[in-house]
């Protein structure tokens, strides 16, 4: 460290300032890996990574297993760490007890906090954080949702009989956002916020995030999430959830990844890998319904066929999760790169022009 860096440490005001290469904010950061590979590599692009402290938003239409996927989450947290806790606000009292227990969760580890409005969550949330919450301390934080929370204005709007619109909502949201995302950070906290969407009014309509930018500006992922009935000739046997990321610090923006959710079985925790799998080569259609794994050494194709139903197995993937390359096709496709330079002078003036016309 020079001179110069170690007078401004001695004399800055902020006790945790350091060299950024030994910064804990980046050196010494959780890395939660869910029981779903698939949702692993929406998270971070690995099918064996994780999420760690910051804003995760999931967002979209009712029914689409928002909560379901917010479950998941808490549980791989409670799961790893256990001595943490989960600090729950809830305002559509639609996750009951019945669904912590289906997931696996203690809901002796979960404070369950009721809210009433935007400005009740702003301050419970931020006394929690300035107050009562330290580094080291292992808390997952989970809002249920605030998509249709009012403000207290439009409380008191209705219980007056007043008829104004409210043009305070979306500044609260993004006031409360603003507030707890740097303490996300230097608590090491993760925080997974629920949310509608809207649809747009152009001729070509697309799905944005309820609550303004506030939100958009916070969040490390945003995923606006999409649904598909999984059917066959004996009925409909339960969804396949598409995570469309609609914001992402790890995998490349607009990526789509499937998730199936059967209604007697759950989450399919293999689910999404038969699609990676057929597109990197690893496993091949020999035939209409049929599907044979492949050696990628030697590109000789296994004779062994399995039906769809028969590769939501550990047997069927356990050989092919052990192949780095496999891991390697995933991070390729959906990873950002780590080296986001400007790779020439034609890309840096394009850039310029592109802030000109903005301004």
């Not at 910051?54 to 409670?78: D, E, H, Q, R």
């Not at 998509?147 to 008191?156: H, M, P, R, T, W």
């Not at 152009?202 to 916070?218: C, I, L």
Request: net charge negative; proline share 3%; aromatic share 10%.
């Amino acid at each position: 460290m020079s001179e110069l860096l170690k007078r401004l440490k001695a004399n800055s005001t902020i006790k945790e300032s350091c060299v950024l290469k030994d910064s804990i904010y980046f050196t010494d950061k959780d890395e939660i890996s869910t029981e779903v590979y698939a949702y692993n590599v929406a998270l971070t692009g690995s099918l064996t990574g994780g999420f760690g402290p910051g804003l995760n938003v999931l967002a979209g239409p009712s029914k689409n297993f928002k909560t379901g996927f917010m479950l998941l989450m808490i549980k791989a947290y409670l799961d790893k760490y256990k001595d943490a806790v989960c600090l729950f606000y809830d305002s559509e009292f639609g996750a009951p007890q019945g669904y912590f227990a289906s997931m696996g969760i203690d809901t002796n580890r979960v404070m369950h906090t009721p809210i009433m409005n935007i400005e009740e969550l702003r301050h419970d949330l931020s006394v929690q954080l300035e107050k009562n919450i330290k580094r080291g301390d292992k808390v997952f934080i989970a809002v249920d949702s605030v998509g249709n929370l009012a403000s207290k204005k439009e409380v008191d709007d209705a219980i007056e009989g007043s008829n104004k619109a409210d043009m305070t909502r979306a500044k609260v949201l993004k006031s409360m956002f603003r507030i707890v995302t740097p303490y996300l950070t230097k608590h090491d906290i993760p925080m997974v916020v629920i949310n509608h969407t809207y649809k747009t009014l152009e001729m070509f309509s697309k799905d944005v995030v309820s609550g303004g930018t506030g939100v958009y500006y916070s969040a490390n992922n945003i995923f606006i999430m999409g649904r598909q009935q999984d059917k066959d000739t004996s009925g409909l046997n339960g969804f396949n959830f598409v995570i469309n990321a609609e914001k992402s610090r790890a995998i490349k923006e607009k990526s789509k990844i499937l998730i199936n959710v059967n209604f007697e079985t759950g989450i399919n925790k293999y689910s999404g890998l038969l699609e990676m799998a057929l597109e990197s080569g690893h496993v091949i259609k020999p035939k209409q319904g049929w599907y044979s794994k492949v050696d990628m050494e030697t590109g000789e194709v296994f004779p062994e066929k399995y039906r769809e139903k028969d590769t939501s197995t550990k047997q069927f993937w356990e050989s092919i999760l052990a192949d780095q390359t496999f891991h390697k096709w995933v991070e390729d496709k959906y990873k950002l790169p780590e080296n986001m330079e400007v790779q020439d002078e034609v890309l840096a003036s394009e850039v310029e022009l592109l802030l000109e016309n903005e301004e």
